[in-house]
């Protein structure tokens, strides 16, 4: 199984301020036949399901704002949150779609400080 | 819309089984395979299968072989999920998921969840 890890656990971050949430895998997500990386994020508010904000490791989910950006290539990746609004305070998941069992992150937990 | 409106919470006892529902509307219900996810509390979420509503084999997680089963009806655009042989480790929140047409595997809907609560 692919192993994916997020780091750090948890995040606090002032409003209007950027954060960065890394996730690596243990095997590469670059299909090489499309040069796609089967990566997705999620974001998790209490007592809701997860929502996708961004798949192929930085496409942009329809209707998710555009603070919210991906990017990396293979075993590292990268969310990146740019203005960090009230709203944003939530759990992030990453997922691997490259092979069964597709899997998650263990979350990382973004607060305002 | 798309939605995906899940049966609700059920508290059993170890060994016993149980089997949630997932209802489909707002588009093709055949058209998109679905995942089912759980989500024990405090963790991330865990795969555990994927059926395709058309047809074929579902396709399980290794860890999850031998217990679980998913169906669909068709007719009310229903898909479900049995787990079997309880243990207090399978108390958690469980999703329903979709697939987006183009048949990858990343998740663009979810369902509501249902809890699940194993307890003697």
């Known amino acids: 199984d692919i192993v994916m890890t997020q780091s750090p656990d948890s995040l606090a971050v002032s409003l209007g301020e950027g954060a960065t949430i890394n996730c690596k895998s243990s095997?590469?997500?670059?299909?090489?036949?499309?040069?796609?990386?089967?990566l997705a994020w999620y974001q998790q508010k209490p007592g809701q399901p997860p929502k996708l904000l961004i798949y192929w490791a930085s496409t942009r989910e329809a209707g998710v704002p555009d603070r919210f950006s991906g990017s990396g290539s293979g075993t590292d990746f990268t969310l990146t949150i740019s203005g960090l609004q009230t709203e944003d305070v939530a759990v992030y998941y990453c997922?691997?779609?490259?092979?069964?069992?597709?899997?998650f992150g263990q979350g990382t937990k973004l607060e305002i400080k | 819309q798309v939605q995906l409106v899940q049966s609700g919470a059920e508290v059993k006892k170890p060994g016993a089984s149980v089997k949630v529902s997932c209802q489909a509307s707002?588009?093709?219900?055949?058209?998109?395979?679905m995942h089912w996810v759980r989500q024990a509390p405090g963790q991330g979420p865990e795969w555990i299968g994927i059926i395709h509503p058309s047809g074929g084999s579902p396709v399980y997680a290794q860890k999850f072989q031998g217990r679980v089963t998913m169906t669909r009806d068709t007719s009310t655009s229903t898909v479900y999920m049995e787990l079997t042989s309880l243990r207090s480790e399978d108390t958690a929140v469980y999703y329903c998921?979709?697939?987006?047409?183009?048949?990858?595997?990343?998740?663009?809907?979810w369902g509501q969840g249902t809890l699940v609560t194993v307890s003697s």
């Open positions: 095997q590469s997500l670059l299909y090489s036949s499309n040069d796609k990386n089967y």
């Open positions: 997922q691997q779609y490259y092979s069964v069992p597709w899997t």
């Open positions: 998921a979709r697939r987006p047409p183009d048949g990858y595997s990343y998740i663009d809907y």
């Open positions: 707002g588009y093709t219900f055949t058209s998109s395979s």
